[in-house]
Every structure is written in C-alpha cells, then in structure tokens.
C-alpha cells in the first residue's frame, strides 16, 4: 500500500467506526423505545379507582454509555412508572431485556446468547437482540438456537460428570444462588461449590440445582464430587451460615475449618438495625474483619455489643453467635484474607444473572437454565484471577501454624 492509499485508509478508519456506532447507536434506542411503548401498552388495561392507567411512560433515565466492539454507545433509556403490586403487595417493575440496569459493556456471541436467554429472550428474538447490541445476529435462526443449546446442555452434563481424581482444594467456597430469571417455583436455587486450587487457581467444582438450606442437597453434590476422585480435605470453607452445606461438610470433610461470610453476616446484622443505626453500626462491623490482629477484631466486635446490646439485642445474637466461625481467617495468611473472608467469588460471578426478589414471567426449561448458567460461568471462570500469596498454600497444605497471618516460627 503507497503512502496516499496509507493515508486515506487511515482517515477512513474513523469515518466508517463513527458511522457503525452511530447505527448501532440508532438501533439501541429503537429497541428499548418499541421494549417500553409494548410494555405499557400490554398493561393499558390496569386501571387505579379514578381511571387513570397504572402502567406509564415516565420520561428517560440519564443518558447511559454502553462499550461495544465500535466504541462507546450512548442510549437514552425510557423510564416506566409501574404502580401495580403482586400478590404479595411487593411493587412491580419494569426491567428492559435488551438493556438492563447493570449492564455497562457487550460481551462475546458465547455470554450474549445464554445471557439473553436467563433473561427470558425468545429463540425468535435473539437476530435482533443481538444486532442492537453491536452483534451480527443474522445467522442465529431459531434452529441455530435450539442446537447451540442442546450442545451447551451436553457439555454441563460432561462438566457434572467428569473426573476429579488428583485435584486437591485448599480452600472452598460454597453458596446457594436464588434465580428468578424463568425458573419454577418448586427448586429456585442453584448449589455452586468453587474451590482454589494448590497453585491458587480458583475453578469451579460444581453447580446443581437444589435446595440452599437442605443438607440432604449439599450432602449428595459433595458426596458425588467425592466420588469422582475429589479426596483431601480442604482447609477452609466459606460461606454464609444459612446454608444447609455446613452439616454436609462435616459429615464429608470433618476437618474443614469453617469461615462465615462477612458480606452476608453484615446484612444480616444490619438487617436488626434501626434504619438511622444502620451507617454507623455497618462502620463499626467493618473495624471488625479489617482489624490487623484477632485480638483487635475481638476488642471491635466487643464494642459494637457493648453499643448495641440493650436497644439491639438480636443485633448483637445474630454476630457473637458466630464468633469463632467470623474470625477464623486470622489462622491463614494474611495475603489470602481477602479472599478467605467473603464469598465474593460466587457473588460478583453471579451478579449479571441473578435477581433475588422479582421474576420474569415465562418459565424456561431448568436443564436449559442451568446450562445456559453454566455457560455464563464458564466464561467468567477464564477471568478469575489467581489467589494472593499463592507460594504459601503448600505451607497451609501442610499445617503450618499462622497467627494473625503470619507464619510462626519453628
């Protein structure tokens, strides 16, 4: 290529990029534009006592910028104003499918067309979903669909069948993740078990569909995973502490140390504040999990029982009860503790596909679900990132003693 052809290439690059972001741009805001005027125009017919309609166009959210393959794209999302309730008096809500409120940037055709289907994307819908997107979808017919499905069920039920024989967990995680994206009622939650491995990768060892608090659920999915070669024991599990996965653990690997959720336990405590407490004592509950020493995380837990214990007495029982279990990564390196003191892993993997309080109408199939949430983890699993302190987990795997984090001497 000469030097002119050189320059012109280059001066045209811009050109043609503005021009695609431009249409995706266009394409975007038609979508959720027709999304919104077909939503409100579906519930014309809920009316309040006076007659006027309960489900409205409410103006525009704050311009959002979406990072796709051509740049940045701005949208100007409509805002409805739903003003029924459901049958248990909470609100209903609108929440657009194409663009939902988390979503920041467009991902990959393989998180894209499981993502759109936990959100509840016909097989018909997906061309046009994906184009709004900044995504050529043309070649995504129904069929193409349904196949890529069946494929990705096969390759779950391969993951859920395969060999654990020569992995050895140092640490776990475990959680239930209630879904409410076109799932049943009868089951809503999936068993997720992630684990680091001796050279601190983090994997996940399972995911199947169960019940979070019944330890016949976590007992058989850790009972299996031992069955297909999974033998040490691990040398901490996290994770809250309504899960019915701790009587399973102790049955399987009873010397398994147990370390409570600080995320999880914040709520919960939190959740037996007053309303105008709540700043100062999630302040307080902080100075806990992030003192250097376990002697100082003693001291502060101490302090918020002293501050609260005769207005907020439950409060105060909802933390002390799980004292030891709230305390025990002080015994781990300290370079492992913040991975060691939430279960976060799970959490932040999950965010984009888990909605706790409202569903979307329209139950898909649980094997598809389940598939297509393996899929989506599987993908997140490639960005995980390696455990800090790595070098000290054959010291852990061997039973040296750490105190407040630090190895003790011999």
């Known amino acids: 290529m000469d030097s002119n052809l050189l320059q012109m290439h280059l001066a045209t690059v811009p050109v043609i990029d503005d021009i695609l972001r431009d249409g995706a741009r266009r394409a975007l805001q038609a979508a959720v534009e027709r999304e919104v005027d077909d939503y409100v125009e579906r519930n014309r017919q809920h009316l309040d006592s006076a007659g006027h309609r309960l489900v409205v166009r409410n103006g525009h959210h704050p311009v959002r910028k979406i990072q796709s393959g051509n740049g940045p794209i701005e949208v100007h999302q409509p805002r409805v104003n739903d003003k029924r309730v459901d049958e248990q008096g909470q609100r209903i809500r609108f929440t657009s499918k194409i663009l939902p409120p988390y979503l920041r940037k467009t991902k990959a055709i393989e998180e894209l067309v499981p993502w759109l289907y936990l959100k509840g994307i016909s097989s018909s819908d997906f061309p046009e979903a994906l184009a709004c997107l900044g995504h050529d979808g043309s070649g995504l017919s129904p069929t193409t669909i349904v196949r890529m499905k069946e494929l990705w069920q096969g390759e779950y039920e391969n993951f859920c069948r395969r060999e654990l024989s020569g992995k050895r967990y140092v640490y776990l995680w475990a959680d239930g993740i209630y879904f409410n994206i076109r799932l049943t009622d009868d089951r809503p939650c999936v068993l997720v078990l992630m684990g680091a491995t001796e050279d601190g990768t983090k994997e996940l060892i399972a995911m199947i569909d169960g019940q979070r608090e019944s330890e016949q659920s976590w007992l058989e999915l850790l009972l299996d995973a031992k069955a297909r070669g999974l033998k040490g024991s691990p040398m901490l599990a996290t994770g809250d502490g309504a899960l019915g996965f701790w009587k399973a653990l102790k049955q399987v690997y009873p010397s398994t140390r147990t370390q409570r959720c600080w995320v999880h336990k914040t709520v919960n405590v939190l959740d037996k504040l007053a309303r105008g407490q709540q700043v100062s004592g999630k302040k307080m509950l902080h100075e806990i999990w992030m003192a250097a020493t376990k002697e100082e995380a003693v001291k502060a837990l101490g302090k918020f029982a002293a501050t609260y214990q005769a207005k907020f007495p439950k409060a105060v029982e909802c933390l002390l009860k799980d004292q030891e ?32 309080t409202y569903k979307t109408k329209g139950a898909g199939s649980r094997t598809a679900c389940m598939a297509m949430a393996f899929k989506l983890v599987e993908s997140a699993q490639n960005h995980w990132r390696k455990l800090n302190g790595s070098t000290l987990l054959p010291e852990v795997i061997a039973g040296v003693i750490f105190k407040d984090g630090t190895k003790l001497a011999a």
């Open 325 to 356: 279990e709230l305390l025990a990564f002080y015994d781990f390196p300290a370079e492992h503790w913040q991975h060691l003191r939430t279960s976060n892993p799970i959490e932040s993997t999950f965010a984009t596909v888990r909605l706790r």
